[in-house]
């Protein structure tokens, strides 16, 4: 009986936890004309590149620009490459902190 309560409490927990790390809104229509290319690079790429662009655990984009055009960036930030997964920005968002990204030499 126990074993069977703790099984069904982790599931549960794990449902939950899963449940709050994904399913957000990922429509970047929303924060197109709101936000910064700093303020969305801040939001979704910080937490793995640091918010400095060389202290996090991901490669470091400080010097991206003169590896990278914007376009390669962009297509970077759209469909991942290694193990950054695809999808973090979309659309105008992409392109926003792409551009951004390309200045950075």
Partial sequence: MKKTFLLVFIGALLVLTLGACGGGNNNSDVHDSELSAEQLYGQSCASCHGMDLREGYAPDLDKIGSKYS???????ILNGKGSMPKGFLKGKDAKKVADW?????
């Fill in 70 to 76: 914007s376009e390669e960036i962009e297509e970077i």
């Fill in 101 to 105: 990204l390309a200045t950075h030499k």
